[in-house]
């Protein structure tokens, strides 16, 4: 069994947060149906977001060159991190010679990639999440379980209990507008004390130098406005080469994500106002290998959305916990296998290859494709479940000769007149507890035609 | 025209039946139709759980039991799938004959885009409710997936159209996946069922007597569902359903 499916199986055993998980993020994607029906050229953007993206993987260095030269030109101050220590150390060089304490961050997935907050932390700099979703995993002490609605995992009366702890709000109450509002509160003045703000890149523009930053609570904006050291991490896929290609994706990211026509902020960084510093640092860790792999190269079109998650019938009944990486769903299982196979081969079993990620994807990126083919190169990597390679090499050898399949068939017969509780306990996976066994027929088609032909 | 009929190893051995239909129904629409005998299996279990490799002497035996016919038709879209696509990466030396993956079709899509019958003489006076397939909608066409924007167009209802007396209904999350997946049923076998569940559960909601699709594979593994917990719904291949008497 892989770590997911076992995961997998604590997460399903309670029915009712099952359904309710399920129905949250389906909900989403329907949202998400309901915005792609009001664009009648939905499938020529995808196209378009799939090509341009392509098309500047394929000249990444000149981009990146281009977009370093017209941010620098523009006042902001360029780094390049080879790895995620890199990029730690670049943050708190930044942090320490600026004599920053306090940093107000809005999400930034490749923070989490990097282990940048714990970094931070031990190094006594105050980290704080500004997205609501994000700043209750970090007071619950969790990982998000998914990257554009980190907290969908937790139930409502569960923040409720969670503020009331922690600001001090009404007990019982988890009326989500009181609650939001109390957040808000809370976060006022640490949003006032930063003296640093930290925010991700969903896509920096190579002809004007300029980062853009989409969020739907402005909380990037708000801590960008105070502190006057700002701080903008990025992996070196987020570049594109133009504001022409920027409508493309600020088109589909918003609704593929939540539904929604465009995220409420999406705010374009050009250059620092009097007084204050923007740096950016392009990060690798590992991005320039990943685009020599052929085979998954395309991951790196990612938008970060999370439709893929949304859509995903096994994500939606197993929850992001039960995948070993940090990022759940189909997008996670891959760019897990991305980064070490030897440590995250337990998730590609989470995909019954139903492919509704490929189609939900804004970028056309091949997810179940790929996952896919992650399971083929197990063997080769020398991770193949050994029970599940026993099991195909069973079948190799029935399916390898008529006579064993055919003698296979008669034993089968056979053996449904052992009783119920011989046939259907553990070591029989494909009696689940609530799916029963299908029956032999009394005589195979194979065995009908001979029959037949002879009349 | 001559079809060669490719029955899958599971339809083999537990669906009989569903490969009788299909060898009457082509037979009623005019084809010439022959079983090539001792067939196994095409090799998608093996692949789907990533040893495609492994399936090569399978696709090798596939390959040389239906040289001799125009057309290569079974009724089960997933193996249909997985011999078009994956035989040719299987079987490069064999490109320059006439190879199996570029003659195969699943039964529904041949009488659709082949056929083309414009009468059955079928009647199934029930209510039916249209399983939508995950290989056959998003890899063959079958019908237009629900995450794209494509006008929607479905070959089986139109197949089911020329059928007598029946009321064709589908469920809501009409494409979303049954939860079966081959090996996946297995090593993931509570999300197998929490999905195969919540799935027969939607068919049951459109009121429907029986669930129907052309992936005998998934009405295997929603039938099992609906015999362990003596659900009022039975599954039943669409093969047999054009195939009824009027």
Same mark, same amino acid.
């Given at each position: ?20 998980h ?5 909900? +989403?994607?329907?949202?998400?149906? /309901?915005? %792609?029906? &009001?664009? !009648?050229?939905?499938? #020529? ?88 979703g994000?700043?209750?995993m970090?007071?619950?002490?969790m990982p998000p379980s998914h990257i554009?609605l980190p907290a969908i995992a937790v139930?409502?009366?569960? +923040?409720?209990?969670?503020?009331? /702890?922690? %600001?001090? &709000?009404? !007990?019982?109450?988890? #009326? ?133 998650m ?5 994500y939606?009944?197993?929850g992001g916990y039960s995948y070993?990486?940090f990022?759940p769903g ?126 | ?246």
């Open positions: 069994m892989s770590t997911h499916s076992k995961a997998a199986k604590r997460f399903v055993a309670d029915a009712e947060r099952l359904a309710w399920d129905q949250a993020l389906y909900a +989403v994607r329907e949202k998400r149906d /309901r915005m %792609m029906a &009001t664009v !009648p050229e939905w499938e #020529d953007l995808r196209r378009m977001a799939s090509e341009i993206k392509l098309h500047t993987l394929s000249r990444l260095g000149d981009y990146l060159c281009e977009f370093e030269r017209n941010a620098t030109a523009n006042g902001m101050q360029v780094h390049w991190a080879a790895d995620a220590a890199e990029m730690n150390e670049t943050v708190w060089e930044l942090i320490r010679r600026h004599g920053g304490r306090r940093l107000i961050k809005s999400k930034s997935m490749l923070a989490e990639e990097c282990g940048m907050t714990p970094y931070l932390e031990a190094r006594g700099v105050e980290t704080v999440e500004s997205d609501l994000e700043r209750i970090q007071l619950l002490h554009v139930r409502r009366e569960e +923040v409720g209990a969670l503020f009331e /702890r922690e %600001m001090g &709000t009404e !007990p019982g109450n988890s #009326d989500p507008t009181y609650l939001t509002h109390a957040a808000r509160r809370a976060l006022r003045p640490k949003f006032l004390e930063a003296d640093v703000s930290m925010t991700g890149v969903n896509f920096a523009v190579a002809s004007t130098g300029a980062l853009a930053v989409c969020t739907n609570e402005g909380n990037a904006d708000m801590g960008t406005s105070f502190a006057n050291l700002h701080i903008a991490i990025m992996g070196i896929e987020k570049v594109i080469p133009d504001m022409e290609a920027l409508g493309v994706f600020t088109r589909l990211l918003a609704r593929s994500g939540t539904g929604q026509p465009v995220t409420t902020y999406t705010s374009l960084y050009r250059r620092p106002a009097p007084g204050c510093e923007i740096h950016v640092i392009l990060v690798d860790n590992g991005r320039s290998e990943w685009l020599a792999d052929e085979a998954h190269r395309n991951m790196l079109k990612c938008l970060r959305c999370g439709a893929c949304n859509t995903c019938p096994v939606r009944r197993s070993s990486y990022i189909p997008l996670g299982i891959n760019l897990g296998m991305l980064r070490s196979p030897k440590r995250y081969h337990g998730n590609v079993s989470a995909c019954s290859l139903c492919y509704s990620c490929s189609n939900v994807c804004p970028a056309m990126i091949d997810l179940g494709e790929q996952i896919y083919e992650w399971r083929q190169r197990l063997d080769r990597l020398g991770l193949a479940d050994p029970m599940k390679k026993a099991a195909v090499k069973g079948m190799d050898f029935v399916m390898g000769g008529r006579r064993r399949f055919y003698g296979g068939i008669a034993l089968g017969r056979l053996a449904e007149k052992l009783p119920r509780a011989v046939l259907e306990n553990g070591l029989n996976p494909w009696s689940a507890p609530g799916r029963a066994m299908p029956p032999f027929a009394p005589r195979s088609f194979n065995a009908w035609w001979k029959k037949e032909m002879k009349k | 025209m001559k079809v060669g009929l490719f029955i899958p190893c599971y339809i083999n051995a537990v669906y009989p039946e569903v490969g009788r239909a299909s060898y009457e129904l082509l037979q009623r629409v005019g084809c010439e139709v022959d079983y090539p005998l001792d067939q196994t299996c095409c090799g998608q279990p093996m692949a789907n759980a990533g040893f495609e490799k492994d399936a090569r002497a399978l696709a090798e035996h596939m390959n040389e039991l239906f040289a001799r016919y125009d057309y290569v038709v079974g009724p089960s879209a997933s193996c249909v799938v997985f011999v078009r696509e994956g035989y040719p990466r299987l079987l490069p030396d064999y490109r320059e004959h006439a190879c199996v993956d570029a003659r195969i079709w699943e039964i529904c899509e041949f009488l659709h885009d082949v056929v083309r019958p414009a009468r059955l003489d079928a009647r199934f006076p029930h209510r039916v409710s249209l399983h939508n397939s995950c290989h056959g909608v998003r890899h063959m066409g079958l019908s237009s997936p629900s995450e794209r924007q494509i006008p929607y167009q479905s070959k089986l209802r139109d197949l089911l159209s020329l059928v007598e007396g029946i009321d064709v209904v589908e469920p809501e999350r009409r494409d979303e996946c049954c939860g079966f997946g081959g090996m996946f049923s297995v090593e993931e076998n509570a999300v197998s069922v929490a999905m195969g569940r919540a799935k027969v559960g939607r068919h049951m909601d459109t009121g429907a007597e029986y669930i129907t699709g052309a992936d005998a594979s998934c009405l295997m593994h929603m039938q099992g569902i609906i015999t362990r917990e003596k659900l009022p719904i039975r599954t039943i291949h669409m093969v047999e359903i054009l195939n009824s008497r009027s």
